[in-house]
């Protein structure tokens, strides 16, 4: 079955995942942050920058965190972990599903 993607909501851009490793960090220093970043993505879209932060996910088992982007550039991205003083492991090119405008029969898989 093929699927209709709808357009990005930041001009022609990709969705980006950032893995973060954060041994130790704590509840505050996780929400002081969440702040840095989103105050970093602000400051980039101010600049031009075409960057928006869809959200993150944090797993304490693993001292992991996911921040996913939609951005023009894996650059702009790792600029904004840089702005915010967060370290960066990878980043890859990713697609979330189901992606919206996606109708309920669309995003099941039939075989």
């Given at each position: ?41 602000g400051e980039l879209r101010a600049r ?32 904004a972990c840089e702005l915010a003083l ?26």
């Amino acid at each position: 079955m093929l699927l209709r993607w709808s357009a990005p909501s930041v001009g022609l851009v990709k969705e980006w995942m950032v893995e973060q490793y954060l041994p130790g960090v704590s509840a505050v220093e996780l929400d002081e942050a969440s702040a840095r970043l989103v105050t970093a993505v602000g400051e980039l879209r101010a600049r031009g920058a075409e960057i928006r932060l869809i959200g993150a996910t944090f797993v304490p088992e693993e001292d992991s965190c996911f921040c996913r982007f939609e951005a023009s550039s894996s650059e702009v991205v790792h600029r904004a972990c840089e702005l915010a003083l967060l370290p960066v492991a990878r980043i890859h090119a990713v697609q979330s599903l189901p992606r919206s405008g996606q109708t309920k029969e669309e995003e099941t898989c039939a075989s």
